[in-house]
């Protein structure tokens, strides 16, 4: 456990602080964005889920950890402190799950930071007195939970490119690759699966199925990520 | 001699139809800086990655401070140090921050952390520097904190990959300096790879020597010298002519003669005399005035190895 402290705190310095406090325009304008100009172009509608609310939830996520994640593995190869760590006694393990957790981390952290900040911007501004938060307030857990799941699975999948590549460049080609032929993959799946599957379920189980499918998929790419670190292999490449 | 930290017995490993190492027997004594010579290529930093149990070995076997490097890799990781290929700092990082790293990574405790790293910093003149991040540091003073890296957590034994490559001389011997105080304070074995000679010669107590992934030899400096034979002579005067080239070849104490600005550069077998082939020389015409004795460097030795290896 304290392998895996080390690495957390070794990749929120060097990762997220890179650069100082510049470090912190990028993800401070996208709170800004989501947190303050949104809620107010919406108003009340900020509090119902509207499609464009949930899909940005999801994919600001989605996007931030994609460019952030190919620098993993190939980032530490191509600044040649890699080989450096792999020497040292910390855990492959850690190492892989360090690099995950604060990535995935950082990107949820933006958004609940988001969504709590449109709730506090829309209240202070509505002039009635009256306090209003998401309702249904089961659905804020759910695509909180919706967008864990989706950091995890880009993360996953992220490391595990990024351990397969020489460097962040290819790394980052490969993702947005990656990411294009899974979307079309999912478009085609739900295609073939047709409507009838979806009209035999109710909402919530239509929400925990994709929930479930998502946990088994994070899963399955984690494993193959973690199965894949090779110290052997790091250092030759 | 004391117990060997490293046992190294009939070690290969190949790449493809490449052998890095090639059937590689050798003993590292504890409490020395043990230099691993070789030209670019000759297998040493394979060797190294050998040793830390980070690459399996094709055959043989070998023990880091007894530890297996094929099953008990983490344990050599947890009780040896090492400064690799590159410095392998984290730039966005500050001296500190990177120090600290390694110290959390190798379990020591907040307060000694802190210790070990003033303790270091001040050691190397970097401690004033120490929140500073290290991208903006020059080479020379990310190696000494590299250096430092490896020291973090008191291990008895250090791997050094060619730490001085591409610095310049004075920067070089700002490192030799810091690295000899460094294991004298420590007391730490370092198996430092290198083919800088002047390095080997400076600071390592044993030298092996590698090329094409096979040991030429192995000894003290001064041993290699000795095994080489190589006692020389350079005699300063004039009128030193062909016939008389060919007459000191001529001699079975002579090794090799050339000419060198000038001058007389003679390679004696063993101990031999120069008295009687100065004599020759002055019957032969030679004007003699000045003879220099002296011992061939670690240099000339390294040379000979290879041009040996090579026929």
């Given at each position: 456990?304290?392998?895996?402290?080390?690495?957390?705190?070794?990749?929120?310095?060097?990762?997220?602080?890179?650069?100082?406090?510049?470090?912190?325009?990028?993800?401070?304008?996208?709170?800004?964005?989501?947190?303050?100009?949104?809620?107010?172009?919406?108003?009340?509608?900020?509090?119902?889920?509207?499609?464009?609310?949930?899909?940005?939830?999801?994919?600001?996520?989605?996007?931030?950890?994609?460019?952030?994640?190919?620098?993993?593995?190939?980032?530490?190869?191509?600044?040649?402190?890699?080989?450096?760590?792999?020497?040292?006694?910390?855990?492959?393990?850690?190492?892989?799950?360090?690099?995950?957790?604060?990535?995935?981390?950082?990107?949820?952290?933006?958004?609940?930071?988001?969504?709590?900040?449109?709730?506090?911007?829309?209240?202070?501004?509505?002039?009635?007195?009256?306090?209003?938060?998401?309702?249904?307030?089961?659905?804020?857990?759910?695509?909180?939970?919706?967008?864990?799941?989706?950091?995890?699975?880009?993360?996953?999948?992220?490391?595990?490119?990024?351990?397969?590549?020489?460097?962040?460049?290819?790394?980052?080609?490969?993702?947005?690759?990656?990411?294009?032929?899974?979307?079309?993959?999912?478009?085609?799946?739900?295609?073939?699966?047709?409507?009838?599957?979806?009209?035999?379920?109710?909402?919530?189980?239509?929400?925990?199925?994709?929930?479930?499918?998502?946990?088994?998929?994070?899963?399955?790419?984690?494993?193959?990520?973690?199965?894949?670190?090779?110290?052997?292999?790091?250092?030759?490449? | 001699?004391?117990?060997?930290?490293?046992?190294?017995?009939?070690l290969s490993r190949?790449?493809?139809?490449?052998k890095?190492v090639d059937d590689?027997?050798?003993?590292?004594?504890?409490?020395?800086?043990?230099?691993?010579?070789?030209?670019?290529?000759?297998?040493?930093?394979?060797?190294?990655?050998?040793?830390?149990?980070?690459?399996?070995p094709t055959q043989g076997?070998?023990?880091?401070?007894?530890?297996?490097?094929?099953?008990?890799?983490?344990?050599?990781?947890?009780?040896?140090?090492?400064?690799?290929?590159?410095?392998?700092?984290?730039?966005?990082?500050?001296?500190?921050?990177?120090?600290?790293?390694?110290?959390?990574?190798?379990?020591?405790?907040?307060?000694?952390?802190?210790?070990?790293?003033?303790?270091?910093?001040?050691?190397?003149?970097?401690?004033?520097?120490?929140?500073?991040?290290?991208?903006?540091?020059?080479?020379?003073?990310?190696?000494?904190?590299?250096?430092?890296?490896?020291?973090?957590?008191?291990?008895?034994?250090?791997?050094?990959?060619?730490?001085?490559?591409?610095?310049?001389?004075?920067?070089?011997?700002?490192?030799?300096?810091?690295?000899?105080?460094?294991?004298?304070?420590?007391?730490?074995?370092?198996?430092?790879?290198?083919?800088?000679?002047?390095?080997?010669?400076?600071?390592?107590?044993?030298?092996?020597?590698?090329?094409?992934?096979?040991?030429?030899?192995?000894?003290?400096?001064?041993?290699?010298?000795?095994?080489?034979?190589?006692?020389?002579?350079?005699?300063?005067?004039?009128?030193?002519?062909?016939?008389?080239?060919?007459?000191?070849?001529?001699?079975?104490?002579?090794?090799?003669?050339?000419?060198?600005?000038?001058?007389?550069?003679?390679?004696?077998?063993?101990?031999?005399?120069?008295?009687?082939?100065?004599?020759?020389?002055?019957?032969?015409?030679?004007?003699?005035?000045?003879?220099?004795?002296?011992?061939?460097?670690?240099?000339?030795?390294?040379?000979?190895?290879?041009?040996?290896?090579?026929?």
């Open positions: 456990m304290s392998d895996l402290w080390t690495m957390l705190w070794k990749e929120t310095k060097d990762l997220l602080f890179q650069g100082g406090w510049a470090a912190f325009i990028r993800p401070g304008i996208i709170i800004a964005v989501m947190g303050i100009v949104l809620p107010l172009q919406m108003r009340s509608d900020w509090f119902t889920f509207s499609p464009i609310e949930v899909t940005l939830v999801i994919f600001i996520s989605f996007f931030f950890i994609l460019n952030f994640i190919g620098d993993a593995i190939a980032g530490e190869h191509e600044r040649h402190t890699l080989e450096t760590l792999l020497a040292s006694r910390i855990s492959d393990r850690s190492i892989l799950l360090g690099k995950v957790i604060v990535t995935v981390g950082y990107a949820w952290a933006m958004v609940i930071i988001s969504l709590l900040l449109g709730a506090l911007v829309l209240n202070m501004t509505n002039g009635t007195g009256a306090w209003a938060f998401y309702t249904p307030v089961g659905l804020l857990f759910y695509l909180l939970a919706l967008s864990l799941l989706t950091s995890l699975l880009v993360a996953s999948g992220g490391v595990l490119v990024s351990l397969h590549s020489a460097t962040v460049r290819q790394a980052q080609q490969t993702l947005i690759l990656c990411t294009l032929v899974f979307g079309v993959a999912l478009g085609l799946g739900l295609n073939a699966a047709g409507a009838s599957l979806f009209l035999a379920l109710s909402n919530n189980q239509i929400l925990l199925l994709i929930l479930a499918v998502l946990a088994i998929l994070d899963a399955i790419l984690l494993g193959i990520a973690l199965a894949s670190f090779k110290r052997a292999r790091l250092i030759l490449s | 001699m004391s117990e060997p930290i490293i046992q190294i017995e009939h190949s790449f493809g139809a490449v890095a590689l027997s050798l003993e590292v004594p504890a409490g020395i800086v043990f230099g691993f010579l070789g030209p670019n290529g000759a297998g040493k930093t394979t060797t190294i990655h050998l040793l830390l149990g980070l690459l399996e076997q070998a023990g880091v401070l007894g530890f297996d490097t094929r099953t008990q890799s983490d344990a050599i990781h947890a009780h040896c140090g090492a400064l690799l290929e590159f410095a392998g700092l984290y730039e966005r990082m500050s001296a500190e921050d990177n120090l600290d790293l390694y110290g959390r990574i190798n379990l020591m405790s907040a307060s000694d952390r802190q210790a070990r790293i003033k303790e270091l910093l001040t050691h190397l003149d970097l401690w004033d520097r120490r929140k500073d991040l290290v991208g903006k540091w020059s080479r020379g003073m990310k190696q000494k904190l590299a250096v430092a890296r490896t020291l973090i957590h008191r291990p008895p034994l250090i791997f050094l990959d060619e730490p001085t490559a591409g610095f310049d001389p004075q920067a070089a011997a700002a490192l030799h300096n810091d690295l000899v105080s460094l294991v004298e304070r420590e007391g730490v074995t370092v198996f430092l790879n290198t083919h800088n000679l002047v390095e080997a010669e400076r600071l390592c107590a044993r030298v092996g020597v590698i090329r094409q992934g096979k040991l030429l030899t192995v000894g003290s400096p001064d041993e290699l010298r000795g095994s080489q034979g190589a006692s020389q002579a350079e005699i300063v005067g004039e009128g030193f002519d062909e016939q008389i080239l060919n007459l000191l070849r001529s001699r079975p104490e002579v090794a090799q003669v050339e000419m060198r600005n000038g001058h007389l550069l003679i390679d004696l077998h063993g101990e031999s005399k120069i008295g009687p082939l100065v004599r020759l020389i002055v019957e032969s015409g030679g004007l003699v005035e000045e003879i220099r004795r002296g011992r061939a460097s670690l240099e000339e030795v390294f040379l000979t190895l290879m041009e040996e290896d090579k026929r």
